[in-house]
């Protein structure tokens, strides 16, 4: 698996643009980086899903990002991830993506055939007994029972995610794009056993995979912050870290591997110890984040007064009429406390800087309101149906707005988790 020739480098960032006005923004983001001596690869993803809720093809996000290199003279790699898509979803980004996220979370749990278990069982062998992890004290055992019960849960999901990468590689052709295997939308946590005996799988199934997302222990949740063990989490982190250099150097799997952890963005509280593992492997990461984009539009058409904070009002207040049903495909992956929620007429009375400060995702101010914050943050639909008249004032306010952003991806996200310093 050497005759890659689009590699994602060590250090990337996912942004997520749900309108797309904001890549020029983002993209100032990792131009900053660069400034302060690191590189970091952007890829703007955008799922099947977003499309779908706000009406655009995925030959728009290409185009943003295409425009937004050109115009501030971005000389290193960038992609185009087609996030979450699966073998039904994937041909309307077969030409506008070279990243692909193949989810196969959905078939994780359908029992693989009883053969294929007993094949990759005697195929493993050599995974039975403890395993030295490098750079770890206590690594793991794998027992027969490991490598068996792995299998059945996930070789179904494995096998599928080889079906969509060929299906992929068929009309792109092998090396021209970067594959990313998914498995992070379920309901519970893979250890590191697991993804050990899963990278053997996919190994095994000829997927060159460049990152890969479990999912981690804790709650993600949209827009938030992380909610779980942090000490748990970090004692993972390193073990998944250090069992895919084991993979790497066992199974032939490409070199630059790493995870990708599709935070849900805003995840302050796990980011310091993402980069000391980094620090302490010499491995990469993969950051995904998403909605945090479109949360500081809304900061920033409420910090510009007039009928920006007007927009940003109504979309609120429509959002706090349609929660349920806003709320409803994503009620895995939110909190919300109902009793937080300010009413409408409460907000219909802010200041610009009030509605900022509750938006904010600034953990000091006692005004950050995390519930409003994440209704909000699946609330876009809500401003998809303003149509032209949210995209004419985001035009309208575009510094402010872009000021925003490039602060929020810069000091709150790339900071912390690639310079290691709290912003
Ligand atoms: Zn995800």
Redesign the pocket.
Known sequence: MTDRSLVLGRYSIGTGDRFAHQAKAQLRACMLALQAGIEIQPAWNKSNREHTIIGSEPGSVRQAADAAVRQLGWKHPYFVDAD?IGARTVDRFLEACDFYTIDVADFIGQEAELAEIDAFASAHKSLLGPIRLEGVEDSFTITENDLRLTATKFLTAVKTAGVVYRQIEAAKGKGNFVAEV?M??TDRAQSPVELLIILAAIAGEGIPIQTI?PKFSGQFNKGVDYVGDLEQFEREFVLDVAAIAYAVSHFGLPGNLKLSV?SGSDKFSIYPAIHSTMKRFNAGVHL?TAGTTWLEELVGLAESGGDGLEIAKEIYCDAFADRDELCAPYATVIDIDARELPSPNVVRGWSGEEYAAAMRHNPVEPRYNKSLRQLLHVGFKVAAKKGSRYLALIEENEDIIARNVTENLYKRHIVPVFLGARA
């Open positions: 979450h998914s992070d939308e997302a599709h995904k």
